[in-house]
């Protein structure tokens, strides 16, 4: 069992920048994968950012300004988050996907608004 906690949300004016924190309990390997998911009002949650254990990926709206890393040590996946938009409003959730079983975990979510 993995359980995952967000932190860093908040409101943050546009074109400023933001770091969330995702702490997880249990083993994480460097072969599992971690990421982070947004969901918007009355949208479907969506794909942010993916590390698979190579090169990350990520959306096509986020490229270049958000970038994910991990510390399988500390059992940790953080994102930064630059140049935000106000289109980057959402709910954020953090993501784990277990190699060995390839079971799916997901955090509580957390607030990013990105407004005057």
């Known amino acids: 069992q993995v359980q995952l906690v967000e932190s860093g949300g908040g409101l943050v004016q546009p074109g400023g920048s933001l770091k969330l924190s995702c702490l997880t309990s249990g083993s994480i390997t460097s072969i599992d994968t971690m990421g982070w998911y947004r969901q918007k009002p009355g949208k479907q949650r969506e794909m942010v950012a993916i590390?698979?254990?190579?090169?990350?990926d990520y959306a096509a709206s986020v490229e270049g300004r958000f970038t994910i890393s991990r510390d399988n040590l500390k059992k940790t996946t953080s994102l930064q988050m630059s140049s935000l938009r106000p289109e980057d409003t959402a709910v954020y959730f953090c993501?784990?996907?277990?190699?060995?079983?390839?079971?799916?975990?997901w955090g509580q979510g957390t607030q990013v608004t990105v407004s005057y």
């Open positions: 993501y784990v996907n277990k190699w060995l079983n390839d079971v799916d975990y």
């Open positions: 590390d698979r254990g190579g090169p990350a």
